[in-house]
């Protein structure tokens, strides 16, 4: 079992910049990967970012690629998500999302989900 919070989101103007994060508990051992996906009113859900538990391998979406930067710190069983040139098309509820297997994180969502963050990109 395991239980993910999100924190750090807000209102922003456009270009600004917010730290999302994500904080894992219970059974952290059997997370391999952990990611963002955020979703809009009338949009499908999208993946933002994901990480391994090594942090060697990140994806991006391409949208947010040179703006936001996804890592991690194992020791607090935290992920973090850097964002940064803020766009009105970036809010979004964001959700934290976790699982065992990389696959299942970028393939459309893992086991685990946050309860969700609101990022207001707005002047």
């Known amino acids: 079992q395991v239980q993910l919070v999100e924190s750090g989101g807000g209102l922003v103007q456009p270009g600004g910049s917010l730290r999302l994060s994500c904080a894992a508990s219970g059974s952290s051992f059997s997370i391999g990967a952990m990611g963002w996906y955020r979703q809009a009113p009338g949009r499908q859900r999208e993946l933002v970012a994901a990480?391994?538990?090594?942090?060697?391998?990140?994806n991006y979406a391409d949208s947010v690629k040179g703006r936001f930067t996804i890592s991690r710190d194992n020791a607090k069983n935290t992920v973090y998500l850097q964002m940064n040139s803020l766009k009105p098309e970036d809010t979004a509820v964001y959700f934290c999302?976790?699982?065992?297997?990389?696959?299942?994180?970028?393939?459309?969502?893992?086991?685990?989900w946050g309860q969700g963050t609101q990022v207001t990109v707005a002047s």
């Open positions: 999302n976790a699982d065992a297997s990389w696959r299942r994180i970028v393939a459309g969502g893992g086991r685990y």
């Open positions: 990480i391994t538990r090594s942090g060697g391998d990140t």
